[in-house]
């Protein structure tokens, strides 16, 4: 069985500084993993996946996250976080291909102080 | 946006009247899903399609029902909303024509308000 554990339900950074948001998951099989963010009242936009191409993935907006498999995690982390980065994002995994179901972490929310 | 549009963006409903959220794409995609998204639990999976006629449950489907009689519309319904439904419902496709094949995509959501 799948499922994701996001350890922090927030996270509060200031201005230039860096970002690290953490994931571990389980996973019965070799899993997809991806990182969603939502801004204020609007939908999820994709930040990143891993597909087994690579174990450090970058994504849009200067975020990447490494999969650690021994570690059993997927953190996401930002070298320099701006005001911009103010969301909840979201840890999600899938373990099979042919199922097509996501299994979503509980949310880390995250503060930029300026 | 994977062509995924949500119809009402808003309702306000009183108790034990019956909802009807409609999910529309218009890429063709084989497999849409309603997740609600409440506070503390991220988004948690209500029922999911996997072609026209064919649904299946997912980790919250007590409440809800869902139909597909066509490729591109995906229908929640609340036979008789309670006040526990009270929450954000987003809609998404599955892409399967690029790796990881597995990528979803959410619609706007629709924000249901149960009185």
């Known amino acids: 069985a799948q499922s994701v554990t996001q350890l922090d339900s927030h996270v509060s950074v200031s201005e230039g500084t860096p970002v690290l948001l953490r994931c571990n998951y389980s996973s019965s099989y070799s899993p997809s993993l991806f990182w969603y963010v939502q801004h204020p009242n609007k939908g999820l936009q994709l930040l990143l996946k891993?597909?087994?191409?690579?174990?450090l993935v970058k994504g849009i907006n200067g975020f990447e996250a490494e999969f650690k498999k021994s570690e059993t995690s997927f953190h996401l982390t930002k070298p320099s976080a701006h005001m911009s980065d103010a969301a909840e994002y979201f840890c999600v995994v899938s373990d099979d291909p042919g199922a097509n179901n996501l299994f979503f972490g509980t949310g880390t929310r995250l503060t930029v102080i300026p | 946006d994977a062509g995924i549009t949500q119809s009402p963006r808003h309702k306000v409903t009183e108790t034990g009247t019956p909802v009807t959220l409609r999910c529309h794409q218009t890429?063709?995609?084989?497999?849409m899903y309603w997740y609600r998204q409440d506070p503390g639990h991220g988004l948690r999976l209500i029922h999911y399609?996997?072609?026209?006629?064919?649904?299946d449950k997912g980790e919250v489907s007590d409440g809800y029902s869902v139909s597909r009689s066509k490729t591109e519309d995906f229908l929640l319904t609340l036979e008789s909303a309670t006040s526990s439904q009270t929450s954000v419902y987003f809609c998404?496709?599955?892409?399967?024509?690029?790796?990881?094949?597995?990528?979803?995509?959410f619609g706007p959501g629709t924000r249901l308000t149960v009185l």
């Open positions: 890429e063709n995609h084989r497999y």
């Open positions: 891993y597909t087994s191409a690579a174990t």
């Open positions: 998404a496709i599955t892409d399967t024509k690029r790796e990881p094949y597995n990528e979803q995509f």
């Open positions: 399609s996997y072609g026209v006629k064919d649904t």
